[in-house]
């Protein structure tokens, strides 16, 4: 794993989505506890496009497994 | 006209190309995996096609019952229901993208006619399969829809009466219609793996499955939408009533709107003359390889005595023109000795371009008219040749 110059506002961005997706997360705990489905399966679309732009923003950032 | 419009069209598509890779790595283009999107929509439509169907009842009375207790009563059924609908939608979207990247870049002449074909054919039998789809639900809007289509099927000459008992089966509605459209939508998904074989059959490499950036934001999008605008049916179906107008779905009904304006003949008529135009275009382009200032150079020749079984050919040739058998002799070169299989060209799909020669290190390959003497002339000839005059 490597990092490159100029990366950190990638990851920053990043982090701000981790804690996006921590309430997506809770959410979805909602929507299941208090029967509405409909939110919990809102809230698992946007985690799931939250982890492909986190996906892109460690791309972008350098931070691949790749050499 | 036709060709500056193809040319300003295949700009435009490398341009947007640019732009995207201004954004986004380069390798996550999702332009370059219009494909592999396409199929992954289609093993969603798949999975959550039989979660559905454990539930659908195919009679007039509880095709719309059954369908309202998925949606309303079964934990997560609008969500699969949803799922079901808008991959649909996106299904479709990324058929179109595919065709039109491919139309544009031009890769449908020549060798390439048999993806085109075998593409046309996956885009009509989807949208068809699509379009039963709406006609299970038997709400309003699946009578006027079947209403409409037995209206355009009759307007047929000579097969008409037999094509409307074909699709209701019988002359009108009855019990066994529902079925019949269960058969219409199931059916014809199933074949859509046997022209996916055809599509797949002469690419080496296709790129079958997009990347995980992708397949995670499509899975998003799909769950975001369902739960945005979950799927709901009309008012059920009433025997004997008329409905004149439903929610529109431009993916899949849009021949439906031209029935505002047209006889739902013509409209049929219509979609066939477009599904008709797009199977030749292929075969619209005039000029030949030689007209276009290309040398046929003799589909690829295996040198038996120097092929030694490496495979790198088979591996390397993106039209799966060459395939390995075992080998009946020895070769003749020392590296070809103890060779245990053999390199066989598949002529009908070999397109003559040459990758297997670069690929072989053996000089077991040769384009027939492209030898080596062929280019140490042609080399010469560039050598002699005056340079070019500088400004």
């Keep these: 794993m490597k990092g490159q110059d100029g990366s950190s506002g990638y990851l920053a961005v990043a982090g701000f989505l981790v804690v996006l997706a921590l309430v997506c997360v809770a959410l979805m705990v909602y929507g299941e506890w208090f029967d509405r489905r409909l939110v919990a399966s809102g809230a698992l679309g946007v985690l799931l496009v939250l982890y492909a732009a986190m996906v892109v923003l460690f791309r972008k950032a350098g931070w691949t497994a790749e050499e | ?391």
């Design chain 2, 1 to 391: 006209m036709y060709r500056r419009l193809l040319s300003t069209l295949q700009s435009a598509t490398l341009r947007l190309d640019t732009w995207i890779h201004r954004a986004l790595p380069q390798d996550f283009n999702p332009l370059y995996y219009t494909g592999g999107l396409a199929n992954l929509f289609l093993t969603i439509l798949v999975v959550s096609g039989i979660l559905i169907f454990l539930y659908y009842e195919p009679s007039l009375e509880g095709a719309y019952a059954s369908v309202e207790f998925l949606t309303r009563d079964v934990p997560y059924g609008v969500v699969f229901r949803g799922v079901h609908r808008y991959a649909a939608d996106a299904y479709l979207v990324a058929i179109l993208l595919h065709l039109f990247r491919n139309w544009f870049t031009d890769r449908y002449r020549e060798a390439r006619d048999s993806q085109w074909l075998s593409g046309m054919f996956l885009l009509v039998v989807s949208a068809f399969t699509g379009f039963t789809g709406y006609l299970l639900v038997w709400d309003e809007r699946a009578q006027l829809l079947t209403s409409l289509t037995v209206q355009a099927l009759q307007s047929v000459p000579l097969v008409g009466g037999w094509l409307v008992r074909v699709f209701l089966g019988g002359p009108g509605v009855n019990d066994t219609t529902l079925p019949r459209f269960l058969y219409l939508h199931v059916g014809p998904a199933m074949t859509l793996y046997v022209l996916l074989w055809w599509h797949y059959v002469r690419l080496r490499h296709p790129k079958i499955w997009p990347p995980a950036v992708w397949v995670l934001f499509s899975l998003g999008l799909l769950f975001i939408l369902t739960s945005a605008l979950p799927a709901a049916s009309g008012h059920p179906a009433q025997p004997g009533a008329s409905p004149e107008g439903f929610p529109v779905d431009w993916f899949f009904l849009w021949p439906y709107v031209l029935a505002r304006w047209l006889a739902p003949g013509w409209a049929l008529a219509l979609v066939v003359a477009l599904v008709a135009y797009g199977m030749v275009i292929p075969y619209t382009v005039r000029e030949s390889p030689e007209q276009r200032g290309l040398r046929a150079l003799g589909q690829a020749v295996v040198v038996e005595e120097n092929c030694t079984g490496c495979e790198l050919c088979y591996y390397d040739c993106p039209y799966n023109a060459i395939y390995m058998v075992p080998s009946p002799y020895p070769g003749k070169s020392r590296a070809a000795a103890n060779r245990k299989l053999l390199a066989v060209v598949v002529d009908s799909r070999c397109v003559e371009c040459g990758i297997c020669i670069g690929a072989c290190p053996f000089e077991a390959l040769e384009l027939p008219r492209m030898l080596d003497k062929d280019v140490q002339q042609r080399i010469q000839r560039g050598a002699r040749a005056p340079a070019p005059a500088t400004s």
